[in-house]
C-alpha cells in the first residue's frame, strides 16, 4: 500500500483545512487509516483513525474540531480540520493498517509523506 498525503497550507486560526490521503491497492476498504501530527521538536502524535468499519477515534486535543471520513470507492480518507489553533500546527501524517484503528504509531504499517499545515495566529 502507498499512501499520498495532500491538502496541506496556511490557514488563519479559526480557519478550516481538509487533509487527504489517496491509497494504491485493491484491498483499501479493509484498511484502518489513522492521522498523525509531528510539531518542531516534538514527537509524532495520534490525531485521529477511521477503522475499515468507519468507527472513528479522536485525540482529546482534535476531538470536537476535527472529523474523519473515507470514501472506499476512491481510496481515500479525509481529515477535516475546523476551528484550527496554532498549536495544529504541524507535519501531517497519514497512516494504514489492516482493519481495526490503533492509537499506537507502531501499530501501522504504511505511512504517506507529511503535509505541512501551518495556522497562524
Known amino acids: 500500500v502507498q499512501l499520498q498525503a495532500s491538502g496541506g497550507g496556511l490557514v488563519q486560526a479559526g480557519g478550516s483545512l481538509r487533509l487527504s490521503c489517496a491509497a494504491s491497492g485493491r484491498t483499501f476498504s479493509s484498511y484502518a487509516m489513522a492521522w498523525f501530527r509531528q510539531a518542531p521538536g516534538k514527537e509524532r502524535e495520534f490525531v485521529g483513525a477511521i477503522s475499515w468499519s468507519d468507527s472513528t477515534d479522536f485525540a482529546d486535543s482534535v476531538k470536537g474540531r476535527f472529523t474523519i471520513s473515507r470514501d472506499d470507492a476512491k481510496n481515500t480518507v479525509y481529515l477535516q480540520m475546523n476551528s484550527l489553533k496554532p498549536e495544529d500546527t504541524a507535519v501531517y501524517y497519514c497512516?494504514?493498517?489492516?482493519?481495526?484503528?490503533?492509537?499506537?504509531?507502531?501499530?501501522?504499517?504504511?505511512w504517506g509523506q507529511g503535509t505541512q499545515v501551518t495556522v497562524s495566529s
Open positions: 497512516a494504514a493498517r489492516l482493519f481495526g484503528s490503533r492509537r499506537l504509531e507502531s501499530s501501522y504499517d504504511y
